[in-house]
């Protein structure tokens, strides 16, 4: 699977943005998809992921992200609402061979090359 992530940019505090995630190689509507952050100087951070059963987010987006999927354009989306300087990382996207949820970056076995988004206060 090659996943590639766009959609990253600049936007001040409180702006939206949008990230893709496009898949190709082989279908992803039963695999766990996920997104995971890295900002300078830290570990790379679990933010959202999707699921047959569901959708799970990292206490600090909950509220403001809304991870979904499309399966016809083998497509996963991160919607960014109300954004913090705080977000500011490179997003990746990821998938998993499994369909079952996992937080841990270690569990999943394709990644993008990752995003920009930087956010202004």
């Known amino acids: 699977v090659q996943l590639q992530a766009s959609g990253g940019g600049l936007v001040q505090a409180g702006g939206s943005l949008r990230l893709s995630c496009a898949a190709s190689?082989?279908?992803?509507?039963?695999?766990?998809m996920g997104w995971f952050r890295q900002a300078p100087g830290k570990e790379r951070e679990f933010v959202a992921a999707?699921?047959?059963?569901?959708?799970y987010y990292v206490d600090t987006v909950k509220g403001r992200f809304t991870i979904s999927r499309d399966n016809i354009k083998n497509t996963v989306h991160l919607q960014m609402n109300s954004l913090k300087p705080e977000d500011t990382a490179i997003y990746y996207c990821?998938?998993?061979?499994?369909?079952?949820?996992?937080?841990?970056?270690?569990?999943?076995?394709?990644w993008g090359q990752g995003t920009l988004v930087t956010v202004s206060s």
């Open positions: 190689g082989r279908t992803i509507s039963s695999s766990a």
């Open positions: 999707i699921t047959r059963g569901g959708t």
């Open positions: 990821a998938a998993r061979s499994s369909p079952y949820l996992s937080r841990q970056r270690d569990e999943y076995d394709y």
